[in-house]
């Protein structure tokens, strides 16, 4: 495994309100992945920036949300316990680690708070994501 095990998947999806409350809305991510780029963007373990698991190749939204595709390093105990984790299906969680730029609170959606411009800066993989829907599976 040293050259890593290949992941893909949707690490939020838009239009769907999350555990935390939080819709994101298509093109949230734009000017966040044109001014950091994919590798600015880091891949850690459960959102802990002292664990780096991997590396994403390609961050990319389309209509669904934001689509990635990323390397666990295989050199590392992490990458190897992550790849070894999903291979069994006992793991699969996406999350992003972000500051909101610009949002707004509809009126008729008490408590949303919809994201329409996001500081991306880390997409973690986790064991519970906010949104159901934000998983990864493995490519190879």
């Known amino acids: 495994m040293s ?12 239009g769907i309100v999350d555990g935390a409350g939080d819709k994101v809305l298509p093109g949230a991510f734009r ?7 994919t590798s600015r963007i880091a891949m ?23 689509r990635v595709i990323g390397r ?6 992490l ?10 299906g006992a793991l699969s969680g996406l999350s992003i680690g972000f500051q909101a730029r610009k949002a707004t609170r509809p009126r008729d959606q008490r408590g949303v708070r919809c994201l329409s411009e996001i500081d991306l800066w880390e997409i973690s993989l986790v064991t519970f994501p906010q949104v159901e829907g934000a998983r990864a599976r493995l490519l190879s």
Do not use: N
């Open 3 to 14: 050259d890593g095990t290949l992941i893909s998947g949707y690490a939020s999806l838009f």
């Open 31 to 37: 000017k966040s992945l044109m001014t950091r780029g």
């Open 44 to 66: 850690l373990w459960q959102h802990d920036q002292t664990r780096p698991i991997g590396r994403w190749e390609r961050i990319v939204e389309d209509r669904v949300g934001l």
């Open 72 to 77: 666990l390093i295989g050199g590392t105990a």
């Open 79 to 88: 990458g190897r316990e992550a790849a070894c984790l999903m291979k069994a």
